[in-house]
């Protein structure tokens, strides 16, 4: 690996840590309304949005209220987005006239954007309108994420408050994460972008001559290129900030207009991981002890590195099978080196793999490279930060309550090697806690295992496989992991838009989402329900090294005893082959 590559990780891994704490501090303030910096200029906006929705927030609601608004508002989000792709034919707002999507297709796309998941089957440039683009699926990159922000929010009052059943109020959670906190960063983000040359326009899609014509398969000469545009940097941003990471264009963040220059890759790739790692300081300030937030933040950026590292090393590694043929695939000065298959030349494999590591940590999914082109390995390390979890830094809200419940784990696990009730925070964990947490931990995996059983086992699942053996094997199980972790990142060598893939895949998506926030909404409820507990000589600190270490431990052994099958079965047995030499 390349000097390159190290001072890459390096950098990386320290500016997302700097930047979490002024965040995470930030959006603590916010969540518990209190005044901020941005208080008098978008207060008015706030207390509009109420009157507007005839909310009072102050009025705080218990755990079964607030996943009942939960569920009822992001139903109606995700009726809204799939009316919206129907109809897109007769709306304005569509320069290219593009027709109606697909029953099939609106329904995953529905339920991918609504679910924070944002996985397509579909080129965005050659199916959506502009009004489809903005109204639908934007609109719900914001609220799809501040619905994850406002669900944690409810779970850590349920850690933080003792002997109560409110948990705060739904609406005032989702206004105030999206007014103060989601809002100006996308402007922000957006207009830096617009800087570095993201398109944003409502400009019809221009042809432009070709600097070198060529001949196509019918003889005849190709002179021009139609070049797609849109209102791409407002929606590329809060797709990055609320990983969601949904792109405009088919290719997402590997199409120019999406992410032109090295700059607007450090700035994209950085809003990945930003809210989400700012949550844990977050999670310290709302329960009055810092250094359990600091603690869950040394979990998550333990295991990342633990990935991050492995993977960018891989992908410096050249083909085996190129080097016979007498291809270098050197670092030099003329060329990054290592594997540039699937890859960008401005880019290269340090950046590609970060990236992969990075939108895989998150719920996030965007890419800059096609992971589908990695070497096995290399593909490996992305299919295993979705199955764990996608809690390392996880999506904006979702990844952290996925988390906690790790964390209820591993104290539950080390009460028992003492021999003692298990407390977190003052809490007892109990019976009923750790069912609901077990529920959370593993519904996940269940969906990931059923849906790839059923993709290989079927004729309709197997039919769009168009990489037979191991690679394809692969390539099924990944989309799985992905819809079963709400990631949205795919090995696009799956042909997915299809009636199979597009039902399978929604369903996978939608139960990954929602039958996951009422049990750690449940969890929450019982945990506020409790009396708080004084710590005594005999109560597991929670905030040390060794607590790290066991968090990092049983997310690890979770994700392995579950997966590991079959990664032995798909990247492993391909990685075996390409280096011993089998066809």
Same mark, same amino acid.
């Given at each position: 690996?390349?000097?390159?590559?190290?001072?890459?990780?390096?950098?990386?891994?320290?500016?997302?840590?700097?930047?979490?704490?002024?965040?995470?501090?930030?959006?603590?303030?916010?969540?518990?309304?209190?005044?901020?910096?941005?208080?008098?200029?978008?207060?008015?906006?706030?207390?509009?949005?109420?009157?507007?929705?005839?909310?009072?927030?102050?009025?705080?609601?218990?755990?079964?209220?607030?996943?009942? *608004?939960?569920?009822?508002?992001?139903?109606?989000?995700?009726?809204?987005?799939?009316?919206?792709?129907?109809?897109?034919?007769?709306?304005?707002?569509?320069?290219?006239?593009? /027709?109606?999507?697909?029953?099939?297709?609106?329904?995953?796309?529905?339920?991918?954007?609504?679910?924070?998941?944002?996985?397509?089957?579909?080129? /965005?440039?050659?199916?959506?309108?502009?009004?489809?683009?903005?109204?639908?699926?934007?609109?719900?990159?914001?609220?799809?994420?501040?619905?994850?922000?406002?669900?944690?929010?409810?779970?850590?009052?349920?850690?933080?408050?003792?002997?109560?059943?409110?948990?705060?109020?739904?609406?005032?959670?989702?206004?105030?994460?999206?007014?103060?906190?989601?809002?100006?960063?996308?402007?922000?983000?957006?207009?830096?972008?617009?800087?570095?040359?993201?398109?944003?326009?409502?400009?019809?899609?221009?042809?432009?001559?070709?600097?070198?014509?060529?001949?196509?398969?019918?003889?005849?000469?190709?002179?021009?290129?139609?070049?797609?545009?849109?209102?791409?940097?407002?929606?590329?941003?809060?797709?990055?900030?609320?990983?969601?990471?949904?792109?405009?264009?088919?290719?997402?963040?590997?199409?120019?207009?999406?992410?032109?220059?090295?700059?607007?890759?450090?700035?994209?790739?950085?809003?990945?991981?930003?809210?989400?790692?700012?949550?844990?300081?977050?999670?310290?300030?709302?329960?009055?002890?810092?250094?359990?937030?600091?603690?869950?933040?040394?979990?998550?950026?333990?295991?990342?590195?633990?990935?991050?590292?492995?993977?960018?090393?891989?992908?410096?590694?050249?083909?085996?099978?190129?080097?016979?043929?007498?291809?270098?695939?050197?670092?030099?000065?003329?060329?990054?080196?290592?594997?540039?298959?699937?890859?960008?030349?401005?880019?290269?494999? *340090?950046?590609?793999?970060?990236?992969?590591?990075?939108?895989?940590?998150? %719920?996030?999914? %965007?890419?800059?490279?096609?992971?589908?082109?990695?070497?096995?390995?290399?593909?490996?390390?992305?299919?295993?930060?979705?199955?764990?979890?996608?809690?390392?830094?996880?999506?904006?809200?979702?990844?952290?309550?996925?988390?906690?419940?790790?964390?209820?784990?591993?104290?539950?696990?080390?009460?028992?090697?003492?021999?003692?009730?298990?407390?977190?925070?003052?809490?007892?964990?109990?019976?009923?806690?750790?069912?609901?947490?077990?529920?959370?931990?593993?519904?996940?995996?269940?969906?990931?295992?059923?849906?790839?059983?059923?993709?290989?086992?079927?004729?309709?699942?197997?039919?769009?496989?168009?990489?037979?053996?191991?690679?394809?094997?692969?390539?099924?199980?990944?989309?799985?992991?992905?819809?079963?972790?709400?990631?949205?990142?795919?090995?696009?060598?799956?042909?997915?838009?299809?009636?199979?893939?597009?039902?399978?895949? /929604?369903?996978?998506?939608?139960?990954?989402?929602?039958?996951?926030?009422?049990?750690?909404?449940?969890?929450?409820?019982?945990? *506020?329900?409790?009396?708080?507990?004084?710590?005594?000589?005999?109560?597991?600190?929670?905030?040390?090294?060794?607590?790290?270490?066991?968090?990092?431990?049983?997310?690890?052994?979770?994700?392995?005893?579950?997966?590991?099958?079959?990664?032995?079965?798909?990247?492993?047995?391909?990685?075996?082959?390409?280096?011993?030499?089998?066809?």
């Amino acid at each position: 690996m390349t000097s390159h590559a190290w001072m890459l990780l390096i950098g990386y891994t320290a500016v997302l840590v700097v930047l979490s704490w002024p965040l995470g501090r930030f959006m603590a303030d916010v969540l518990e309304g209190r005044r901020t910096f941005l208080s008098g200029l978008l207060g008015p906006i706030e207390r509009a949005c109420y009157r507007l929705a005839g909310v009072r927030p102050e009025e705080e609601m218990s755990w079964s209220r607030y996943a009942f *608004a939960t569920l009822a508002f992001n139903g109606v989000g995700l009726l809204v987005v799939y009316v919206l792709q129907r109809v897109q034919q007769w709306l304005p707002l569509n320069p290219q006239h593009l /027709g109606a999507v697909t029953a099939h297709s609106s329904f995953d796309t529905a339920v991918s954007f609504a679910t924070n998941t944002n996985w397509q089957g579909y080129g /965005g440039e050659t199916t959506m309108s502009y009004l489809t683009q903005m109204l639908g699926l934007a609109v719900q990159n914001f609220v799809s994420a501040a619905s994850g922000i406002a669900v944690m929010a409810a779970v850590v009052r349920g850690i933080a408050r003792h002997e109560t059943d409110r948990l705060g109020n739904f609406w005032a959670d989702l206004v105030r994460t999206t007014v103060y906190i989601l809002l100006p960063l996308s402007l922000l983000l957006a207009v830096a972008l617009m800087s570095q040359g993201v398109v944003q326009t409502f400009e019809p899609y221009p042809s432009v001559p070709l600097v070198e014509p060529f001949h196509a398969t019918d003889s005849t000469w190709v002179r021009e290129q139609t070049l797609a545009l849109g209102p791409v940097a407002s929606q590329v941003a809060i797709k990055q900030l609320g990983t969601n990471g949904g792109g405009f264009f088919n290719v997402n963040s590997a199409h120019p207009f999406e992410n032109p220059t090295p700059f607007s890759n450090a700035l994209e790739l950085l809003a990945i991981l930003v809210i989400s790692a700012g949550l844990c300081i977050t999670f310290g300030r709302m329960v009055r002890d810092e250094r359990q937030g600091w603690a869950l933040l040394a979990a998550m950026t333990v295991i990342f590195l633990l990935a991050a590292g492995p993977c960018l090393w891989l992908e410096h590694q050249p083909n085996p099978r190129f080097t016979p043929l007498g291809v270098d695939a050197t670092p030099s000065a003329a060329q990054p080196g290592g594997n540039m298959e699937g890859k960008e030349a401005r880019f290269g494999p *340090a950046e590609s793999a970060l990236w992969a590591t990075a939108t895989t940590s998150a %719920s996030n999914g %965007s890419v800059n490279a096609m992971h589908d082109s990695f070497t096995p390995l290399g593909g490996l390390i992305p299919m295993v930060m979705m199955q764990l979890g996608e809690v390392v830094y996880g999506g904006v809200g979702s990844g952290l309550y996925g988390m906690l419940a790790f964390v209820l784990v591993a104290v539950f696990v080390a009460g028992l090697m003492v021999g003692r009730t298990p407390e977190y925070l003052g809490k007892k964990i109990e019976a009923y806690e750790m069912k609901m947490a077990s529920l959370v931990i593993l519904f996940p995996p269940f969906l990931v295992l059923f849906g790839t059983a059923l993709g290989v086992a079927t004729a309709a699942g197997r039919a769009t496989i168009f990489n037979p053996g191991v690679h394809g094997f692969s390539e099924v199980f990944y989309a799985f992991s992905s819809a079963g972790n709400n990631n949205g990142s795919a090995f696009a060598g799956l042909g997915a838009n299809t009636p199979f893939y597009n039902t399978v895949l /929604g369903i996978a998506m939608f139960f990954a989402r929602y039958a996951l926030m009422v049990p750690i909404l449940a969890l929450a409820g019982s945990l *506020a329900g409790k009396k708080k507990i004084p710590a005594g000589s005999g109560t597991l600190p929670t905030h040390t090294p060794l607590f790290v270490a066991l968090i990092v431990g049983v997310v690890l052994i979770v994700g392995a005893l579950t997966f590991l099958p079959g990664l032995a079965v798909g990247p492993i047995v391909e990685h075996l082959k390409l280096y011993g030499g089998t066809p």
